[in-house]
């Protein structure tokens, strides 16, 4: 892996995509998000929709290959080569997608216009990164009062009237 893979950089969980299904795999679908045919991804549709859609009928639910679909984005991962994005066809998700925050463990809202930050985590030793996700309020409790305003911009980044 690179020391800053760059080209998944553009992927955040609770980001909505346009993917077209490549193929089949007895777990789920392999797709291409459009527009960035050099990022891998994939659906887990038994992860998804397995323990809700008994037996052989989960199946079913898998979308044609060639269909184009929206997603939102589940997760990526980066701590290894090569960078994978996962992605999510859960109705609930695409509506409004919630996550727990690794500080407190509740749900936060990562949609746009909600409560959660993602961050990434990286090191100067080496490549990868890690993603933490966070409510606005946990992120800002436990920056240091002292830290040159970060709490007020961890309150207020990405908002229009900040």
Same mark, same amino acid.
């Given at each position: 892996? +690179?020391?800053f893979?760059?080209?998944?950089?553009?992927?955040?969980?609770?980001?909505?995509?346009?993917?077209?299904?490549?193929?089949h @795999?007895? &777990?789920?679908?392999?797709?291409?998000?459009?527009?960035?045919?050099?990022?891998? !991804?994939?659906?887990?549709?038994? $992860?998804?929709? /397995?323990? +809700?859609?008994p037996?052989? @009928?989960?199946? $079913?639910?898998?979308?044609?290959? /060639?269909?184009?679909?929206? $997603?939102?984005?589940? @997760?990526?991962?980066r &701590?290894?080569?090569?960078? &994978?994005?996962?992605?999510?066809?859960?109705? !609930?998700?695409? +509506?409004?997608f919630?996550?727990?925050?690794?500080f407190?463990?509740?749900?936060?809202?990562?949609?746009?216009?909600?409560?959660?930050?993602?961050?990434?985590?990286r090191?100067?030793?080496?490549?990868?990164?890690?993603?933490?996700? @966070?409510?606005?309020?946990?992120?800002?409790?436990?920056?240091?009062?002292?830290?040159?305003? +970060?709490? !007020?911009? $961890?309150?207020?980044?990405?908002r229009k009237?900040?």
């Amino acid at each position: 892996m +690179e020391r800053f893979e760059t080209e998944s950089l553009v992927f955040l969980p609770g980001q909505r995509v346009r993917a077209i299904v490549l193929s089949h @795999a007895p &777990w789920g679908v392999g797709v291409q998000i459009v527009g960035h045919e050099q990022v891998g !991804a994939s659906v887990d549709m038994l $992860a998804q929709f /397995g323990q +809700e859609t008994p037996g052989d @009928a989960v199946y $079913a639910l898998f979308p044609p290959v /060639g269909a184009e679909i929206d $997603a939102v984005v589940d @997760a990526v991962r980066r &701590w290894s080569d090569p960078a &994978w994005v996962r992605l999510s066809l859960r109705p !609930a998700d695409l +509506e409004t997608f919630r996550r727990s925050c690794d500080f407190c463990g509740q749900d936060t809202v990562l949609s746009a216009g909600g409560d959660g930050l993602v961050l990434d985590v990286r090191s100067h030793d080496g490549p990868g990164s890690h993603t933490v996700l @966070a409510h606005r309020t946990c992120l800002a409790d436990r920056l240091h009062p002292d830290s040159g305003g +970060e709490q !007020a911009r $961890a309150l207020s980044v990405g908002r229009k009237n900040h």
